[in-house]
């Protein structure tokens, strides 16, 4: 059993540039690669780099492969064709679609060690790899269940913003919101909130399809627009992606909002929010972001990677349990455990 998730709150991080660091002279490295949805997405910018460092400091590198735009399985497909076309030391793949894949690129990765981190294979596909890292998504969205606990402690009504609900990862932070919300126990699921400790879900909620950014700032201020709702959660980071879209589109409906004492508390799913992200926050336009750790994300792949290259054992799956928690002014360094 891995330990309960631990905090960090933060008022403060560092963006650090640069996909591939350099290597000490000399090396002989073994090379590795991150095959994301998208390279141009943070998070996924954020794992390189994790991956990176960690490969700088054994001596070997760690490459970010993909397309940019709006993630594609056929786009990807190419990318992780194009990847095993390198001769790497082994790949870690993020995942679109699972049986496209699995029947196109991934019928010719039986000389490469493959893993895949942040969305993983499908039960049906998941022998063609060797193992998976990313987050406990069910804790993930109890830690923001909490949030929204800790920010609207009287309950009220929830709206959550989703991706694809096909997802498992998004179904999973989904049902670990709701499971915290309601008092649910962790083996049993709801399909809904409906006046459990004191929260609920109108039936047009959860909105689903928000994954990016304009969509998610359209639903959202459809959303402010319509009826009140005491807390919003984000799944992703779409709607701060343009931060000064959200400070213009979103702002004056929140000062509306305030005027009339009914802002509801926003809670964003991030990855190391930056200075125009933070800034919503100490402005009161988010409540608060949980970073799900990508660059530890990253970091975890190298690792499971090397194992794998050296022929050493490794576990199957390896779970990133430490999130990074943003509220306004927060002073850094400050840690707590649930």
């Given at each position: 059993m891995k330990k309960p998730p631990s905090f960090c709150f933060h008022s403060t991080a560092t963006l650090l540039c640069g996909l591939l660091l350099i290597l000490p002279a000399g090396a002989e490295p073994l090379q590795f690669a991150l095959v994301a949805k998208r390279v141009d997405q943070r998070f996924f910018i954020l794992a390189g780099e994790g991956c990176a460092e960690a490969a700088q400091a054994q001596g070997d590198t760690c490459l970010l492969l993909g397309a940019s735009g709006p993630a594609h399985f056929r786009q990807q497909n190419k990318a992780l064709e194009q990847a095993l076309e390198r001769d790497l030391d082994g790949i870690a793949l993020a995942v679109t679609h699972s049986k496209w894949l699995a029947e196109h690129a991934l019928q010719r990765t039986d000389k490469t060690p493959l893993i895949t981190f942040d969305a993983d294979l499908a039960p049906a596909e998941q022998h063609l790899r060797r193992g998976y890292v990313g987050i406990d998504n069910l804790a993930f969205g109890?830690?923001?269940?909490?949030?929204?606990?800790?920010?609207?402690?009287?309950?009220?009504?929830?709206?959550?913003?989703?991706?694809?609900?096909?997802?498992?990862?998004?179904?999973?932070?989904?049902?670990?919101?709701?499971?915290?919300?309601?008092?649910?126990?962790?083996?049993?699921?709801?399909?809904?909130?409906?006046?459990?400790?004191?929260?609920?879900?109108?039936?047009?909620?959860?909105?689903?399809?928000?994954?990016?950014?304009?969509?998610?700032?359209?639903?959202?201020?459809?959303?402010?627009?319509?009826?009140?709702?005491?807390?919003?959660?984000?799944?992703?980071?779409?709607?701060?992606?343009?931060?000064?879209?959200?400070?213009?589109?979103?702002?004056?409906?929140?000062?509306?909002?305030?005027?009339?004492?009914?802002?509801?508390?926003?809670?964003?799913?991030?990855?190391?929010?930056?200075?125009?992200?933070?800034?919503?926050?100490?402005?009161?336009?988010?409540?608060?972001?949980?970073?799900?750790?990508?660059?530890e994300i990253g970091r975890q792949s190298y690792w499971m990677l090397k194992r794998l290259a050296r022929g050493e054992p490794t576990a199957e799956t390896f779970l990133v349990d430490s999130y990074i928690v943003y509220l306004p002014q927060s002073p850094p360094g400050m840690t707590a455990t649930p």
């Open positions: 109890r830690q923001l269940g909490m949030l929204a606990q800790r920010l609207r402690p009287q309950g009220g009504k929830l709206c959550v913003l989703t991706g694809d609900l096909q997802d498992i990862y998004q179904q999973e932070r989904l049902q670990g919101i709701r499971q915290q919300l309601g008092g649910i126990p962790s083996h049993q699921g709801v399909d809904r909130l409906s006046g459990e400790k004191g929260w609920s879900e109108p039936h047009r909620c959860p909105l689903e399809r928000a994954e990016t950014p304009e969509s998610a700032l359209l639903q959202l201020a459809t959303l402010l627009n319509t009826r009140h709702f005491d807390a919003i959660i984000s799944l992703g980071s779409w709607p701060v992606h343009h931060a000064d879209s959200y400070r213009r589109q979103i702002g004056p409906l929140l000062t509306e909002l305030d005027a009339k004492r009914s802002h509801p508390a926003i809670i964003i799913a991030s990855s190391e929010p930056d200075a125009a992200q933070r800034a919503l926050l100490n402005d009161g336009l988010v409540q608060a972001y949980l970073d799900m750790n990508s660059r």
